[in-house]
């Protein structure tokens, strides 16, 4: 058990829609990364929020945002959806210099 | 931009048997991360290094980094039915402040055979 949470577990949408993802960091961490992961690939990095701003992006569209509350809970939000976002999206707190990851949501694109 | 090799790709042992997995990088490696996952699931962190010729153990789990810190080798004695599962290098800068941002390899699917 990593202290890291995320919800829901798995997720359905159509071309089009917009989903929002959510990540509870462990407790006293102030810095989470997300990754999507697509079947048979390691994790690529989405973007990183460090005390509420983002602070690193990796290769990723605009429509691909996030937010992180002062808890250090965190959203990833995408708009439009393509069928090229199905993937298992994980989340990362950390403190100092190693990542913790979440389970991970699965999104399925119709 | 910084990118990760493994290899294999897959690997299917039987319990009981050592194994290596490699990690090559294109760039000099700051920090370097293994992590295990079991399909479909989260990260699971095993090992992080970060200096020349470093070693560190876990249980049957061993890790280095070579001299000129451009390749890593995860390597696991006696083998059992629990160390399967998906095992990554990830690297990625390091101190305070930087973007914890960690670049991974594709990865090494492990199998053990009982």
């Known amino acids: 058990e990593t202290g890291v949470t995320q919800s829901p577990t798995h997720l359905i949408k159509t071309r089009g829609q917009q989903v929002t993802l959510r990540c509870s960091s462990q407790?006293?961490?102030?810095?989470v990364s997300w990754y999507q992961q697509a079947l048979g690939q390691g994790p690529q990095f989405i973007f990183q929020?460090?005390?509420?701003?983002?602070?690193g992006r990796g290769n990723f569209p605009p429509r691909f945002s996030g937010l992180q509350f002062p808890n250090y809970s965190s959203e990833l939000n995408v708009n439009a959806l393509e069928l090229d976002d199905s993937a298992l999206y994980l989340c990362?707190?950390?403190?100092?210099?190693?990542?913790?990851f979440g389970p991970g949501t699965r999104l399925l694109v119709l | 931009s910084q990118e990760l090799e493994q290899s294999p790709q897959s690997l299917i042992v039987q319990e009981g048997k050592n194994l290596t997995i490699n990690c090559t990088s294109s760039?000099?490696?700051?920090?370097l991360y293994w992590y295990k996952q079991k399909y479909g699931e989260g990260l699971i962190f095993l090992m992080m290094?970060?200096?020349?010729?470093e070693e560190k153990s876990h249980e049957k789990i061993t890790a280095k980094l070579d001299e000129k810190k451009q390749q890593s080798s995860l390597h696991i004695t006696a083998s059992q039915p629990s160390h399967a599962g998906i095992y990554l290098c990830?690297?990625?800068?390091?101190?305070?402040?930087?973007?914890?941002?960690?670049?991974f390899g594709s990865g090494t699917q492990l199998t053990v055979l009982p």
């Open positions: 990362a707190s950390s403190q100092e210099e190693t990542q913790y």
């Open positions: 407790s006293g961490h102030n810095t």
């Open positions: 929020y460090y005390r509420e701003e983002e602070n």
């Open positions: 760039k000099t490696l700051y920090g």
């Open positions: 290094l970060q200096k020349g010729g």
């Open positions: 990830g690297a990625g800068p390091l101190g305070m402040g930087s973007a914890r941002q960690l670049t």
